[in-house]
């Protein structure tokens, strides 16, 4: 964390191949350089290389939420390939930890043991202590537009968008400021490290 960086790259990794990964590119003023979606993970490691190589950026990658992580009965029986029981018992046995799904993980890993500065987010928590949370329906598009206005009164984030921009891509924006955070701000004042996942630090903005 201790060299500067020209640019902050925020990866909102999707928890399947079928849904869309965003792409936020911030540089040191906070200008919003770029937004991307892609599928692939390799499409990712594509993207950086050719972007900006290995000490260009920090890299943030949010952590995918597990959807196959089911707790709740009616959740349970409300899957399709399930038939419907009566007086059946069910056990909340899973790991919380487990909430949080792996995909991306090994890629992170790898971007890190070729020297490229990665750190992960969670969005959801991230959003919550930003005081970015929304008052409206979460994901409906006018809880879209006031967190992308909030990216511009309250982050000062510049080159803003006037159309709607993609959920996938606002929540890369969120991690591109936390990697933005890490390296203009005081750690523990303007971020911290929440965690750890997969060996790599989890931080958020404050």
């Avoid at 390799?42 to 260009?56: H, M, R, S, T, Y």
């Amino acid at each position: 964390m201790n060299d500067k960086k020209f640019y902050y790259i925020g990866l909102s990794i999707s928890h399947a191949a079928t849904e869309e990964t965003g792409i936020a590119v911030l540089d040191n003023e906070l200008n919003l350089l770029r937004l991307d979606k892609i599928y692939r993970l390799n499409d990712i490691k594509f993207f950086l290389d050719n972007f900006c190589g290995k000490n260009g950026a920090v890299i943030a990658a949010d952590i995918p939420v597990n959807q196959m992580f089911l707790i709740g009965k009616w959740r349970q029986e409300a899957k399709h390939y399930q038939s419907m029981t009566v007086g059946t018992s069910y056990k909340s046995d899973q790991q919380w930890s487990k909430r949080q799904s792996t995909r991306g993980s090994e890629l992170c890993s790898g971007l890190k043991e070729e020297g490229y500065n990665v750190i992960r987010y969670n969005y959801v928590y991230s959003k919550q202590v930003m005081g970015l949370a929304t008052p409206l329906q979460e994901n409906t598009p006018m809880a879209c537009k006031y967190l992308q206005d909030m990216f511009k009164e309250k982050l000062a984030i510049k080159n803003i968008p006037t159309n709607m921009m993609p959920l996938s891509s606002l929540k890369a924006v969120v991690g591109a400021y936390i990697g933005w955070m890490t390296q203009n701000g005081v750690e523990n004042e303007d971020y911290r490290q929440v965690n750890t996942f997969a060996d790599l630090p989890v931080y958020s903005g404050i």
